[in-house]
């Protein structure tokens, strides 16, 4: 796995605005993928999850897209909120092969202006 | 439905010692995972248990070890510390293979 380096891209997003988080993968067999954030201090909280066999899924404030044909992941945060300041990455699983094979995307660093 | 506990939250540990982690998965959850993460590195994957027995094994040396135990609660030993060893160690439970990861707020350990 790699992710969340010491340098991080960083989105700068005006509260009340939308905020799209990108995530480029590398294994066309992935089956599942995950998007996490992850404040200072603390572990990676889950936000939401996405099949292969979907292009897109909703939850509160929060879509996922799929493009399975070039590969690319997105989170779309609606309403953007001081609150959603934290790091997000992307996580890949496989359909087999257990978690050693998970692959965890670059982070990014949301930061949210009041 | 209480979330993945890591005990405890910090410790401090000179060179040569040997360290244990706890975790306590979400109840029901039978897989427990194991990650390092550094700001270098990452999220690096150390090993899986799944009904007391290690599924799955990444890419650290002997020193790194673990156990679960019945009730699932698992364990991660760090024998012989270095200084490299300093990171947040993170557990994560899920209800099985394919299923979401969830994590604790992991341990941070420091090597001095």
């Known amino acids: 796995g790699e992710s969340v380096g010491l340098h991080l891209p960083t989105l700068s997003v005006q509260e009340g605005d939308n905020s799209i988080i990108n995530c480029a993968y590398s294994?066309?067999?992935?089956?599942?993928f995950i998007w996490y954030k992850q404040e200072s201090g603390k572990g990676p909280q889950f936000i939401i999850d996405?099949?292969?066999?979907?292009d897109k899924r909703q939850g509160q404030r929060v879509t996922v897209l799929l493009n399975k044909t070039v590969k690319h992941l997105s989170l779309q945060i609606a309403a953007t909120q001081p609150g959603d300041s934290a790091v997000y990455f992307c996580?890949?699983?496989?359909?087999?092969?257990?978690?050693?094979?998970?692959?965890f995307g670059t982070g990014t660093k949301l930061q949210v202006i009041p | 439905k209480a979330g993945v506990t890591q005990t405890p939250r910090y410790l401090i540990k000179t060179r040569g010692q040997q360290v244990t982690l706890s975790c306590s998965p979400i109840?029901?959850?039978?897989?427990v995972s194991w990650y390092q993460q550094t700001p270098g590195q990452g999220l690096q994957f150390l090993f899986e248990?799944?009904?007391?027995?290690?599924?799955n094994k990444g890419n650290f040396p002997g020193r790194f070890s673990g156990r679960q135990f019945s009730n699932s609660r698992s364990e991660m030993n760090v024998s012989t510390l270095e200084l490299g060893d300093s990171a947040l160690y993170l557990c994560?439970?899920?209800?099985?293979?394919?299923?979401?990861?969830?994590f604790g707020n992991g341990t941070r350990l420091t090597v001095t």
């Open positions: 994560a439970s899920s209800l099985a293979e394919n299923s979401p990861l969830h």
């Open positions: 294994n066309s067999a992935s089956d599942y």
């Open positions: 996405i099949r292969s066999n979907m």
């Open positions: 996580a890949e699983i496989p359909y087999s092969g257990g978690y050693q094979k998970v692959t």
């Open positions: 109840s029901g959850h039978r897989s």
């Open positions: 248990y799944f009904s007391e027995t290690q599924r």
